[in-house]
């Protein structure tokens, strides 16, 4: 969801619906479940777009997580994040890319990070994987 570009900071329920003017008692199942409802009924503060049919779009978006493997840079500044390694992940650099934006990004870690020699894996995310620890 794209809750920068929208003004908000967080991405917590709790946050998210502070900012939209309610409060709830939450870590409880169905007081989490009502907040987020109303939450997804809700409309996005700056673009005015309904979040729901937003979430479902974002939701059925397909895109490359590529890993930097053994990368020697702090690759932080171009969106990647860090993974320990401690949840059977690679221990490495990540990022979501989508198709069109595939090619330009290898090309960059070959010639910028691994001086033609691409050392780089990736894997397709969508639904079914992207919050799976089996990916």
């Not at 690759?75 to 320990?84: E, F, P």
């Not at 910028?112 to 050392?119: D, K, L, T």
């Amino acid at each position: 969801m794209p809750w920068a570009e929208e003004g908000l900071r967080g991405c917590s329920l709790d946050y998210l619906l502070y900012r939209f003017g309610w409060f709830f008692h939450g870590h409880r199942a169905m007081n989490d479940c009502r907040a987020t409802l109303h939450l997804l009924s809700s409309t996005l503060p700056l673009s005015g777009r309904p979040i729901f049919p937003l979430f479902l779009e974002n939701a059925r978006c397909r895109v490359w997580r590529i890993w930097t493997i053994d990368s020697p840079f702090d690759l932080k500044a171009r969106s990647y994040r860090w993974s320990n390694g401690d949840d059977g992940r690679p221990k490495a650099w990540f990022r979501d890319i989508d198709d069109a934006d595939l090619a330009a990004e290898e090309q960059f870690l070959a010639d910028e990070i691994y001086a033609g020699q691409p050392r780089h894996d990736c894997r397709r995310i969508d639904f079914r994987n992207r919050f799976s620890d089996r990916e």
